[in-house]
């Protein structure tokens, strides 16, 4: 069984920076993608960036030019930089692996941006 280990939440000022990380438990082939969602109280999970396995990267209006998703592919981790964090920032960070036949979800790690 895969498991994905976040790390890197926690409680910020605005205008402070965290830097997240997601780890494979054990090796995953074929990866295609690994990314970042969140979900705030009240709201939808909704996505934040992603990053494919060639290095491409993309990210969602809200985050662009604040966040920076990278990975490392010989570990299956994936980390997210973030930057000039407000307080609508505040969330349940999760990570995705999009696998072959299947996705893998982390147990979420909190970020709270304090105003």
């Known amino acids: 069984q895969v498991q994905l280990e976040e790390s890197g939440g926690g409680l910020v000022q605005a205008g402070g920076s965290l830097r997240l990380s997601c780890a494979a438990s054990?090796?995953?082939?074929?990866?295609?993608?690994m990314g970042w969602y969140r979900q705030a109280p009240g709201k939808q999970r909704e996505w934040v960036a992603s990053?494919?396995?060639?290095?491409?990267?993309d990210y969602a209006d809200f985050v662009k030019g604040r966040f920076t998703i990278s990975r490392d592919n010989a570990k299956n981790t994936v980390y997210l930089q973030m930057n000039s964090l407000k307080p609508e920032d505040t969330a349940v960070y999760y990570c995705k692996l999009w696998g072959t036949g299947r996705n893998y979800w982390g147990q979420g790690t909190q970020v709270t941006v304090s105003s």
């Open positions: 990053i494919t396995s060639s290095g491409t990267a």
């Open positions: 054990r090796r995953i082939f074929s990866v295609n993608a």
